[in-house]
């Protein structure tokens, strides 16, 4: 069993752990400004096919080899890019479903407050990136040769192991 976390943001990421022991990080894949979903199948199927041997598990007819966990996306009032915030988050949760992967949605107040409890986290980004730098995870820069690390990134990360304390593997 594999947790999937996903901050489905324009710099969004998306990260895999088993069982909390194997933890690989990616930003989400994009296609000028649309998740690429051809993309993030095959990044599922990669992953999934190396860390939970997914064809197996498919063809010995387990239900449920992987949980999503993907952050409910915000759509804000006056902001411009809604129906594309609301275009890329439907088509990660089609993937996901397409592939039929369990979807828990989950609240940034929710995974927030149990990974940062008693921190202000609703607009400070640094919080979860000094944690993942904290932890050693690794993160990528948002642009190639970028001095900021990847917020999404981190984002997926902290989400993936809020994913892993409620699901009780």
Same mark, same amino acid.
């Given at each position: 069993?594999?947790?999937?976390?996903?901050?489905?943001?324009?710099?969004?990421?998306?990260?895999?752990?088993?069982?909390?022991?194997?933890?690989?990080?990616?930003?989400?894949?994009?296609?000028? +400004?649309? /998740?690429?979903?051809?993309?993030?199948?095959?990044?599922?199927?990669?992953?999934?096919?190396?860390?939970?041997?997914?064809?197996?598990?498919?063809?010995?007819?387990?239900?449920?080899?992987?949980?999503?966990?993907?952050? /409910?996306?915000?759509?804000?009032?006056?902001?411009?890019?809604?129906?594309?915030?609301?275009?890329?988050?439907?088509?990660?949760?089609?993937?996901?479903?397409?592939?039929?992967?369990?979807?828990?949605?989950?609240?940034?107040?929710?995974?927030?407050?149990?990974?940062?409890?008693?921190? +202000?986290?609703? +607009?400070?980004?640094?919080?979860?990136?000094?944690?993942? =730098?904290?932890?050693?995870?690794? =993160?990528?820069?948002?642009?190639?040769?970028?001095? +900021?690390?990847?917020?999404?990134?981190?984002?997926?990360?902290?989400?993936?192991?809020?994913?892993?304390?409620?699901?009780? =593997?």
């Amino acid at each position: 069993m594999i947790i999937i976390g996903i901050d489905p943001g324009m710099t969004g990421g998306i990260t895999f752990m088993s069982e909390g022991k194997n933890c690989k990080s990616f930003p989400l894949p994009v296609e000028g +400004k649309r /998740v690429d979903v051809g993309k993030l199948q095959e990044l599922i199927y990669e992953v999934g096919f190396h860390e939970v041997n997914f064809w197996n598990r498919v063809a010995d007819g387990e239900a449920e080899w992987a949980i999503a966990y993907v952050e /409910v996306q915000q759509i804000r009032s006056g902001n411009r890019g809604n129906l594309l915030i609301g275009e890329n988050y439907g088509r990660i949760l089609a993937v996901l479903e397409l592939m039929e992967i369990t979807i828990r949605l989950t609240r940034s107040g929710d995974w927030k407050a149990e990974m940062f409890p008693g921190q +202000k986290t609703n +607009k400070d980004k640094d919080v979860a990136v000094q944690y993942c =730098l904290d932890a050693g995870y690794e =993160l990528p820069t948002l642009r190639p040769k970028g001095k +900021k690390l990847h917020d999404g990134v981190a984002d997926s990360i902290c989400i993936a192991l809020y994913g892993l304390n409620d699901a009780e =593997l």
